[in-house]
């Protein structure tokens, strides 16, 4: 089936440069049969991608190590479910998850404005088709995943333990899902610009797409940052890894763009920054896609890297960059604003300085990202910048956002008087208040900036109930529905305000979680035997005793931990270490431990209010000694067993198997019958589970934004229908009503 | 390799059905085309207005607006979705 495969890409391939082709030609000489012909190559490019993906992907599933890439990256000692998965963590199968993400997203765009913006689409095809035929052309000639090998072996060399973890099943389709809805506001925006079609007509076909991409990226996002958490080993969730800032500067950029569109469809206001917003996230996108891809700055996420693919995507960038520059430039008259703010007092002013806020926090994020590239570029060294680096710009930046998005609720558009205002403000201002002096007194003002966020994101929620108690009331007053059915009803018509809303509650919340649990984080590392006890915040961590299993494929080391405080039993913690073998058939012993890859299971007691966390780092020294000695011994057993006559040979390689499992469990049971001291990274957190609990909140949020609104009324108004000046219609009072319920 | 054959076969079939079939189907005149596209563009438009009156409503009913500021963006609003509702009423007369 490789060659099924391999010729789905080639025509894969044929489909987008004639697709390019059609839809360019369509929009040179107006004709719209070219252009259809174009939007179905996009459809034939789908099918193509995902039936390429499927036939790769069963052949993982079912261990055919005659794919170079199935025996390089699987196993059959794998799980299977793992297995389906193991795909995206090779080079090529990321690129070919890539194609088929945007060519299926592409065909759902291009099918849903198959009938709107005629003039515009033809070149969004073609910005669509570019990418695609630039990606599946990557995996056509420099990274084909139907690689096949004459002589395949017997086993692959298996997933890498890091990525045996549930989230990573949704973490990178879901990031790879957000990179490539990105590129459709991005293709749009580009035929906007060339057609000079610049009204808000390509935004609205594209806002849910925009949205959609947000999602997927955050939902990526936070994926990530659970699997650092609980995999990784090192105690947080953000590292500020290049590959982390990839997602995040994107994310970042569209949450500004989401934002600032409400003000081009509202007012006409923002064209050349929306655009430019635009523009830049499809880049970011790219550029994201290229920094996981690449391996140009090194971070912990990234899992293969290929320089030989580095001129492409940078070629791919500079063009979007020079070209987004160029269109924005060429187009500046036509961009011009329709309209002025009326008041700096205004949710406009609130959207536009928070959008400020937003494009500074992308900036300083991609500066400090691309730093050590930049200082390798001028001095020749790569210098490595981390956490640190970050902090003193991003925390007031962010606490900027978090507070702006309190604000932007409970203020009306266009204007707003002071009286209105004083009453829009009193309730959350006041919340903030009591918030913020019974936390200086519960927290002794220990962090400032921490205090601060919870302040912030107490007024974000308290500014959102409040908005929501009101509009329960207001639909009260107008249709006397219980409250239950008038929350329902007042969400399910207005789902992009109140998903909105949900969504600023829930980041808030987020945000304050992260604050607590950097601010007010215990870490201690411990290096203890069985019996002995440390304390950590208040706990007493004791070792109770060592645990260890042994299979042919992995040594697991681990311990058992009791956590009391004072003499109330907390929890058991049970962390282990796990050393997965090598390839390397002349240490049948020390390819579990010399150089083999390695995973951290983390001891977690998630609450509402505090995580205890810890993971094993056990000394394997103590064991040298054996695994030098069962290397010796195994190693001649198994060239006598090699040297044996055909006919006796596999049975003396049963024995030499069974011998050798025998010898691993024994060394992993040495950890258990003569344990020495291990140690620990103990952490105790406030407030984690308040990050993971506000992305879903926001999750939600975004799902109800996202969510189509019911079908509005599509009836003409009869043709007589006169309008008063005032613009009142005056013969409708029905459907005037029925405009605003 | 003879099912590979027949799979990539079939494929091929398909992809070229799939991308010929604007140019098997009936030409509709581009007027006809522009006509339509008008009317869908007019009908979002008009659309994205209905929602703008009912946020607008939204927000004098929750406090956020007061009476007079309300009347002053209802009656813009409003003037701008009539004046939408003309232009298709005049896009539905000429369509064909």
């Not at chain 2, 079939?10 to 522009?34: C, G, M, N, W, Y």
Request: charged letters at 15%; a positive charge.
């Amino acid at each position: 089936m490789a060659v099924v495969g391999r010729t789905l890409l080639i025509f894969g391939l044929i489909s987008a440069i004639y697709g390019l082709c059609a839809s360019l030609y369509g929009a040179r000489a107006g004709g719209h049969v070219w252009v259809d012909s174009g939007r179905r190559a996009m459809y034939v490019l789908a099918g193509m991608a995902v039936g390429a993906f499927v036939i790769l992907d069963v052949a993982f599933v079912r261990s055919d190590f005659s794919y170079n890439i199935v025996a390089s990256g699987s196993s059959t000692t794998t799980p299977a479910f793992y297995r389906a998965a193991a795909i995206w963590s090779t080079q090529q199968g990321s690129l070919l998850l890539w194609v088929m993400l945007i060519s299926c997203w592409s065909s759902l765009a291009l099918f849903l404005t198959r009938r709107r913006v005629r003039e515009i689409v033809p070149y969004a095809q073609g910005v669509l088709f570019t990418l695609c035929t630039f990606f599946i052309g990557l995996n056509v000639f420099f990274a084909n995943p139907f690689a096949t090998s004459p002589n395949p072996p017997s086993e692959g060399a298996g997933l890498d333990p890091l990525l045996r973890h549930t989230t990573m099943m949704i973490h990178p389709p879901m990031l790879y899902s957000g990179y490539t809805l990105m590129t459709i506001p991005f293709a749009f925006a580009v035929g906007a610009l060339i057609s000079g079609r610049l009204s808000a007509e390509w935004i609205a076909v594209t806002r849910r797409f925009a949205l959609a991409a947000w999602l997927c990226l955050g939902i990526g996002i936070l994926l990530g940052a659970r699997w650092s958490y609980t995999e990784l080993g090192w105690g947080g969730y953000w590292a500020w890894d290049p590959v982390e800032n990839a997602a995040l500067m994107p994310w970042l950029c569209v949450t500004a763009f989401i934002h600032s569109i409400m003000i081009q469809e509202k007012r006409g206001m923002l064209k050349v920054w929306n655009a430019s917003l635009v523009l830049a996230s499809g880049t970011l996108a790219i550029i994201g896609t290229f920094l996981v891809r690449s391996g140009i700055l090194s971070s912990i996420h990234a899992f293969v890297s290929d320089p030989t693919l580095n001129f492409s995507f940078v070629a791919l960038i500079g063009v979007m960059v020079i070209g987004s520059v160029v269109l924005v430039m060429w187009r500046r008259e036509s961009l011009r604003t329709e309209a002025r703010l009326d008041s700096l007092i205004s949710r406009e002013a609130v959207f536009l300085f928070q959008n400020l806020v937003l494009v500074a926090l992308t900036a300083v994020v991609f500066w400090i990202t691309f730093f050590p590239l930049i200082s390798e570029a001028i001095t020749g060294t790569q210098v490595s910048v981390g956490a640190p680096a970050f902090r003193p710009f991003v925390v007031p930046l962010a606490l900027m956002v978090v507070l702006l998005s309190g604000i932007g609720p409970i203020i009306a558009w266009r204007r707003v008087t002071v009286a209105k205002l004083r009453r829009s403000f009193v309730f959350p201002v006041a919340a903030t208040l009591v918030a913020f002096v019974v936390l200086v007194f519960v927290t002794r003002a220990a962090h400032v900036f921490a205090l601060l966020m919870f302040s912030a994101g107490t007024f974000v929620v308290s500014a959102v109930v409040q908005e929501f108690y009101r509009g329960i009331r207001a639909r009260q007053a107008m249709t006397s529905e219980p409250p239950p059915v008038a929350l329902a009803r007042l969400v399910r018509r207005n789902r992009r305000r109140y998903g909105g809303y949900i969504v600023h509650a829930g980041v808030a919340v987020a945000l304050i979680g992260v604050a607590a649990s950097t601010s007010f984080q215990h870490s201690r590392t411990a290096t203890i035997g069985p019996g002995q006890s440390v304390t950590s915040d208040g706990y007493r961590f004791t070792y109770v005793r060592p645990t260890a299993s042994a299979t042919a494929e992995k040594i697991s080391l681990g311990a058992e931990i009791a956590v009391t405080s004072g003499s109330q039993r907390v929890t058991t913690l049970h962390t282990s270490y796990g050393l997965y073998a090598s390839q390397d058939p002349t240490q049948p012993i020390g390819r579990f431990f010399n150089g083999a890859s390695t995973e951290s299971r983390v001891g977690l007691k998630s609450g509402p209010f505090q995580d205890i966390w810890t993971v094993i780092n056990p000394n394997i020294t103590p064991l040298d000694g054996l695994v030098s000695r069962g290397d010796a011994v195994l190693g001649k057993a198994l060239n006598d067993a090699l040297r044996e006559p055909p006919a006796l040979r596999t049975r003396a390689l049963s024995f030499f198997y069974q011998a050798r499992d025998i010898a691993i469990r024994g060394i992993a049971q040495r950890f258990v019958t003569h344990p020495w001291k291990a140690t620990f990274l103990i952490i105790v957190s406030p407030l984690v589970t308040w990050l993971w609990m506000g992305a879903i909140i926001a999750a939600l949020g975004g799902l109800i934004a996202l969510w189509p609104l019911p079908p509005p009324r599509r009836r003409l108004p009869p043709r007589s229908s006169p309008a008063t000046p005032d613009g009142t219609l005056v013969d409708e009072p029905a459907r005037a009503r029925e405009l605003v319920k | 390799m003879l099912v590979a054959s027949v799979i990539v076969l079939a494929a091929l079939a398909v992809a070229v059905h799939v991308i010929s079939a604007p140019f098997r189907q009936e030409r509709s005149s581009r007027e006809a085309d522009q006509t339509a596209n008008r009317i869908a563009e007019l009908e979002a438009a008009r659309d994205a207005k209905y929602r703008e009156i009912r946020d607008a409503e939204l927000d004098l009913h929750t406090g956020k607006l007061s009476d007079q500021d309300y009347a002053a963006v209802d009656g813009s609003l409003r003037a701008e979705a009539i004046e939408i509702m003309h232009e298709l009423d005049a896009a539905a007369t000429i369509e064909p």
